[in-house]
């Protein structure tokens, strides 16, 4: 069974603009969580979705938003870039309630100038 | 809310010696376990759980961890480590009453090194 697939893999955007990510959840999870990787915050939650819709977010500001589709496919986007934005991106699946056990794509990795 | 702290940001140990990655855990509701380990540029992948039952929990690649709810510990064991499982770890915690709703906390992680 292929694993959680995250798109792209690396993104260079500048201040101000704004940034899609994508993750494809493992065939029939039907949870995603997303979470930021900083060296300086380590893992942090962002928001998860099931069903389509939107359970729990993280402390994050309105800037991150994110959806999920029919087909459980997530994104992510990040509107008006800040540098303090550079971070690696993990997106997470799982079949029932993601507290259970996700499992983790490669990450995005996206760098803010 | 939960939070999870891990003692040691750096463990070297010499190859084929035995490891313990510490991990504490603060919640006031009851919580299921995690470790995951990180190779560099990938994602995080699981290797083990404690959702219930046995407090001994054996996971991949030969690690095991123990939960110990008097102490809320999670300490992660190797006997035997290899130059491979140089990576870092995460202890991660989920509230168990909010049927996982929340995401994962995560520690801030410990860098195994393995020194031939």
């Known amino acids: 069974k292929a694993g959680v697939t995250q798109t792209p893999r690396y993104l260079i955007k500048t201040r101000g603009q704004q940034v899609t990510l994508s993750c494809s959840p493992i065939?029939?999870?039907?949870?995603v969580s997303w979470y930021q990787q900083t060296p300086g915050q380590g893992l942090q939650f962002l928001f998860e979705y099931f069903s389509e819709t939107q359970r729990n977010k993280g402390n994050f500001p309105g800037r991150f938003s994110g959806r999920q589709f029919s087909n459980s496919r997530s994104e992510m986007n990040v509107s008006t870039l800040e540098l303090g934005d550079s971070a690696l991106y993990l997106c997470?699946?799982?079949?029932?309630?993601?507290?259970?056990?996700?499992?983790f794509g490669p990450g995005t990795r996206l760098t803010v100038t | 809310a939960q939070s999870v702290t891990q003692l040691d940001s750096q463990v070297p140990v010499f190859e084929e010696a035995p490891v313990e990655l510490r991990c504490n855990y603060s919640s006031s509701v009851s919580v299921y376990l995690f470790w995951y380990v990180q190779y560099p540029n990938q994602g995080l992948q699981l290797l083990l759980k404690y959702l219930s039952g046995s407090t001994l929990v054996k996971g991949i690649n030969g690690f095991e961890a123990e939960f110990n709810k008097s102490q809320t510990s999670f300490h992660l064991r190797k006997p035997s480590v290899h130059i491979s499982d140089t990576a870092e770890y995460f202890c991660a915690v989920s509230d168990r009453s909010g049927g996982g709703a929340d995401g994962l906390t995560f520690g801030k992680g410990t860098h195994l090194i393995i020194q031939p």
């Open positions: 065939s029939g999870h039907r949870s």
């Open positions: 997470a699946s799982s079949f029932g309630r993601s507290g259970y056990e996700q499992y």
